[in-house]
């Protein structure tokens, strides 16, 4: 992935490849992105996702959600019969969507100026000609499959495409990553919002590196108040996080037990809460000659 290196602020990144009936590529893939993005993590650069489309897949058996691969996305879904994937609507959508929405997500929070007062984002533009119909990359339309069927694929946690009953326009189904459901990177939106605050992190303290640090006397730790001042500055720049209304809330904790070496660095822990996401309504609704 030479781009990667050219350009240092790119921060996600989808391809598609076509499906290898002699050798299956599918987990090949996925696995090879996942080695490249935690190389990058390993030198302080944060991916926060690679979105991956194997085009005319010809099924579905493997289990996306048993892999570990937190940063990889498998999309599956195609506006025509050829097979293509579309990649590329997928990264549209991403990029219209703020760090903290899902790729799935029925409306969005900031609009371009030509979408402003409608009540939904779809991928279907009836003016453009594109996305009237929804594929999956075997050629089958997803309005003639069973809704059990396209429930087994998402539960193995592929990106399709599909539409909501008497709703008019496709939407992606999701925004899984190759990780087990329960993880806390299970979905893109998760993986954007915290490297953005480890980003931000990082940055802050950046300037206080190979500074002089006070230490406690009587201990040697780290004094009080420089670990007090370094909290300072972190809360106030994550702080911005929660003015954009990109978290809900956080927690910035660093031990003033620490001896500080050059082989021992100073520990910051974060805790970011993330805003949820609603994915189903459920509804009861009963009659009754009044309320």
């Known amino acids: 992935m030479i781009f990667l290196n050219h350009n240092k602020e790119i921060k996600g990144y989808g391809f598609a490849i076509d499906y290898d009936d002699v050798k299956p590529n599918l987990l090949t893939t996925v696995n090879s992105q996942q080695t490249i993005i935690d190389d990058f993590a390993s030198e302080n650069r944060l991916i926060d996702f690679a979105i991956v489309g194997i085009n005319s897949l010809p099924n579905f058996n493997e289990d996306l959600f048993a892999l570990s691969a937190p940063n990889v996305s498998v999309c599956a879904a195609c506006s025509d019969d050829s097979g293509i994937i579309r990649v590329g609507s997928a990264l ?6 703020k760090i903290n929405e899902n790729l799935g997500s029925v409306n969005i929070e900031n609009k371009p100026l030509a979408k402003r007062g409608t009540q939904d984002y779809p991928l279907t533009n009836d003016k453009k000609g594109t996305w ?3 594929f999956l990359p075997n050629g089958d339309a997803v309005d003639s499959i069973e809704k059990t069927t396209l429930n087994a694929i998402l539960a193995k946690g592929y990106i ?3 539409g ?8 992606f189904a999701n925004s899984y990553t190759c990780v087990a459901r329960e993880s806390d990177f299970a979905f893109i939106e998760n993986n954007r919002t915290w490297n953005k605050a480890a980003r931000i992190i990082r940055t802050t303290l950046l300037p206080e590196v190979k500074g002089r640090v006070k230490k406690d006397p009587e201990t040697g730790f780290i004094a009080s108040t420089t670990v007090g001042r370094w909290m300072s500055l972190v809360n106030k720049a994550v702080e911005k996080m929660v003015i954009d209304d990109e978290i809900s809330g956080f927690e910035i904790y660093i031990n003033e037990k620490q001896i500080v070496t050059d082989t021992a660095p100073a520990k910051v822990q974060a805790t970011i809460v993330m805003d949820g996401i609603v994915h189903e309504f459920e509804l009861a609704v009963g009659l009754t000659n009044n309320i």
């Open 132 to 134: 009237l119909e929804a």
């Open 160 to 162: 399709i495409a599909a």
């Open 164 to 171: 909501y009953e008497g709703y008019a326009g496709f939407f």
């Open 92 to 97: 549209g959508m991403l990029a219209a969507r």
